[in-house]
Nanobody
Framework: VQLQASGGGLVQAGGSLRLSCEAS????????MGWFRQAPGKEREFVAA????????NYAGSVKGRFTISRDNAKNTLYLQMNSLKPEDTAVYYC?????????????????WGQGTLVTVSS
């Protein structure tokens, strides 16, 4: 499956952005999905994950309460609503797909990756 992430940009601290990730396959609903991010000079880290149905979600502690992951299986699209953004949220954000019904927080468990979209939060 091919993934196309979009929605990144420059925003002031306290602002909001919504990232989207469009999948190329109609079997999108059979994949668990996740968002990861990589800041300059740092390793890629888990942000959020959602099961195939959307019924199960998991968040990194650093974003819990500020970010919301969701999906629209009819549109083959994954979303990440980011509110109350902080400068430390600055990173390239990647969406990923796991050919499995359950969610995962570890990047090696994901089979497909999007190209990334840059989010920059200014102070």
């Amino acid at each position: 499956v091919q993934l196309q992430a979009s929605g990144g940009g420059l925003v002031q601290a306290g602002g909001s952005l919504r990232l989207s990730c469009e999948a190329s396959e109609r079997t999108f609903s059979s994949y668990a999905m996740g968002w990861f991010r990589q800041a300059p000079g740092k390793e890629r880290e888990f942000v959020a994950a959602i099961s195939w149905s959307g019924g199960s979600r998991n968040y990194a502690g650093s974003v819990k309460g500020r970010f919301t992951i969701s999906r629209d299986n009819a549109k083959n699209t994954l979303y990440l609503q980011m509110n109350s953004l902080k400068p430390e949220d600055t990173a390239v954000y990647y969406c990923a797909a796991r050919h499995h019904f359950t969610i995962a927080t570890m990047s090696p468990l994901y089979d497909y990756w999007g190209q990334g979209t840059l989010v920059t939060v200014s102070s």
